[in-house]
Nanobody, 130 residues
Framework: QVQLTESGGGLVHTGDSLKLSCTAS???????????MGWFRQAPGKERVFLAT????????NYADSLKGRFTISRDNMKKTVYLQMNNLKAEDTAVYFC????????????????????WGQGTQVTVSS
């Protein structure tokens, strides 16, 4: 099982930017560059929803339509880390943000359901104050 640790959350104001990180570790982590990685979020009282996926190579990404280009997912395989750059934050972006992983080479477009991933982090809180 892969362990995932998110960081970078915090309290920001409307219009600010924030970059989240998620670092993978664990004895079963053969090669990070064989894992698809994803970001989800869960707002208070709501279900967890998909945000973005990046494939093993970093060349293929998939985003939720609702993000409208404000968020960018990227990865650094040498650092075993995936990032989520969030720009022009809004109050409705307030949520706990989770990263997820699965050892797979399928395209990012096929990875957008919670069931598509096998490992999850504990989440990092992002609060956007207006």
């Amino acid at each position: 099982q892969v362990q995932l640790t998110e960081s970078g959350g915090g309290l920001v104001h409307t219009g600010d930017s924030l970059k989240l990180s998620c670092t993978a570790s664990g004895r079963t982590l053969d090669t990070f560059d064989s894992y698809a990685m994803g970001w989800f979020r869960q707002a208070p009282g709501k279900e967890r929803v998909f945000l973005a996926t990046i494939d093993w190579s970093g060349d293929d990404t998939n985003y939720a339509d609702s993000l409208k280009g404000r968020f960018t997912i990227s990865r650094d395989n040498m650092k075993k880390t995936v990032y989520l750059q969030m720009n022009n934050l809004k109050a409705e972006d307030t949520a706990v943000y989770f990263c997820a992983a699965r050892a797979t080479l399928v395209p990012a477009s096929r990875m957008f359901r919670e069931a598509d991933f096998r490992s999850w982090g504990q989440g990092t809180q992002v609060t956007v104050s207006s």
